[in-house]
T-cell receptor
């Protein structure tokens, strides 16, 4: 149980385009989802916390107009990287908490490798 | 100082060895401690989840937390080549609070 699916798993696109990444909880409802970024040989850095039906909370230094987050349902959160540039190339990973289960660990998706040419 | 410190390795051990992975943390508010395993180009997979100080065992894996010294450990018995991965320690203060990760230790188990 507690499966999180992320799509796409890999995307390559030209500089200046916008890219949307989906994060779905397949067998549970997730009021809260998280978006992380991971550079090679580095740890996960939290970008933002996404709550269903409300605005995301961004970590310090993360541009909210650059990384648009939408959490319109209890099973889907999306991250849109707007006007992507090569420096946005990274591994983006989402995670989700099972609704109503406080103090339980986050369940992670398999990540999206984003390469901007 | 990072809130969660972890030796990046790499750590190479022969198959069958006992592996010890360790982290230290600085935030006294941390109550929940996690170990994740991450294979290359994949998301983290939860291995162990513990609350406060103490030990927790699951198969070949044992997690230890010592809050007095702010030290967390993961032991892997009878290590297998399939255990080769990066191991991330993590902690938070509970509920829906932000999880802070260590940088990960890369483990290689040699057949």
């Amino acid at each position: 149980g507690a499966v999180v699916s992320q799509h796409p798993s890999w995307v390559i696109c030209k500089s200046g385009t916008s890219v949307k990444i989906e994060c779905r909880s397949l067998d549970f409802q997730a009021t809260t989802m998280f978006w992380y970024r991971q550079f090679p040989k580095q740890s996960l850095m939290l970008m933002a916390t996404s709550n269903e039906g409300s605005k995301a909370t961004y970590e310090q230094g993360v541009e909210k107009d650059k990384f648009l987050i939408n959490h319109a349902s209890l099973t889907l959160s999306t991250l849109t990287v707007t006007s992507a540039h090569p420096e946005d190339s990274s591994f983006y990973i989402c995670s989700a908490l099972v609704s109503g289960q406080d103090n339980q660990p986050q369940h992670f998706g398999d990540g999206t490798r984003l390469s901007i040419l | 100082q990072k809130e969660v410190e972890q030796d990046p390795g790499p750590l190479s051990v022969p198959e069958g060895a006992i592996v010890s992975l360790n982290c230290t943390y600085s935030n006294s508010a941390f109550q929940y401690f996690m170990w994740y395993r991450q294979y290359s180009r994949k998301g983290p997979e939860l291995l162990m989840y513990t609350y406060s100080s103490g030990n927790k065992e699951d198969g070949r894996f044992t997690a230890q937390v010592d809050k007095s010294s702010k030290y967390i450990s993961l032991f892997i018995r009878d290590s297998q080549p399939s255990d080769s991965a990066t191991y991330l320690c993590a902690a938070n203060s509970g509920g829906y609070q932000k999880v802070t990760f260590g940088t990960g230790t890369k483990l290689q188990v040699i057949p």
